[in-house]
């Protein structure tokens, strides 16, 4: 592989790494518009290509979220209650995507799942949530046994879109849950990182019977040339990521998360 195309591996894994570490968002909604420029420009051509990126950014999406969780975790910034109640159910979920996406075209999902996003990071910037639920800020508009609905649709649209599952997860434990701002990257890289255990292993499965149309040296869908300077670059960039994540007011915090998804949605729907 050139030295060129390594750097520039290197500087899109630290790019998503750094939004994986910052907002929870895992950082494949960042890695799949990269991947789609530089993998056929080292040569993946296949009619695969976008299960590739999907089954790839699968397994950064993990190695990153468990470097920026290990940091919110030690910034006390992680709600392990919400964690441990939805990630059981969005492993099944992402299970079940990632065999949707073996099998399905997502164009149509992916509009829907836009103007989705939309809405949603429009009442994030306009509302949102900056502390915690009570009687006086109003309370959640849901009870706490919806999470495990969310953690299926989490897991479900994260490994289907290949994307990790934050930019689900995060507008509806905002806006639906009234969980704090504060802790919703650390509790959304947390639960991608049994998200992203789980597509990895189903990506690399589904993609055993089709190694004569995937690039040399992968595993299934996941393409360990392109992986491994990825995640190199990553790493070490989603820890800063979540150390200037405590250092941002709540508020400011709160109008990234929502314009970072306004950008996503707009590039999704218009692509």
Not at 8 to 21: K, N, P, Q, T, Y
Not at 75 to 101: E, L
Not at 226 to 233: D, E, F, N, R, Y
Not at 235 to 259: D, E, M, Y
Request: net charge positive; with cysteine; charged share 5%.
């Amino acid at each position: 592989m050139p030295l060129i195309y390594i750097l520039e591996l290197l500087l899109a894994g630290a790019v998503a790494g750094f939004g994986a570490g910052y907002l929870g968002i895992g950082g494949g909604a960042i890695l799949t518009p990269v991947c789609l420029i530089l993998y056929p420009a080292l040569g993946v051509t296949t009619p695969d290509l976008v299960k590739i990126i999907f089954g790839t950014n699968m397994f950064l999406v993990t190695a990153f979220s468990i470097s920026a969780a290990l940091r919110h975790h030690r910034n006390s910034r992680v709600d392990w209650r919400t964690v441990a109640i939805m990630s059981p159910i969005a492993v099944f979920g992402s299970i079940t995507g990632s065999w949707a996406a073996s099998v399905a075209s997502p164009v149509m999902l992916k509009k829907a799942f836009a103007v989705l996003l939309i809405v949603s990071s429009l009442l994030i910037i306009l509302k949102g949530s900056t502390k915690p639920a009570g009687p006086r800020q109003g309370g959640p508009i849901l009870s706490g046994k919806f999470l495990l609905i969310l953690g299926f649709v989490t897991g479900f649209l994260g490994s289907f879109l290949g994307i990790g599952g934050g930019i689900v997860m995060i507008p509806a434990l905002i806006l639906l849950f009234a969980l704090p701002v504060a802790v919703v990257a650390g509790t959304s890289s947390s639960i991608i990182i049994f998200i992203g255990i789980a597509s990895t292993l189903s990506y690399m499965w589904y993609g055993q019977g089709m190694q004569f149309t995937l690039p040399g040296w992968s595993t299934g869908y996941v393409w360990w040339s392109a992986a491994i300077p990825l995640m190199l670059g990553g790493i070490p960039a989603a820890t800063l990521g979540a150390c200037l994540n405590a250092k941002t007011h709540s508020r400011v915090l709160q109008r990234i998360f929502g314009a970072f998804l306004l950008a996503l949605a707009l590039r999704i729907l218009l692509s």
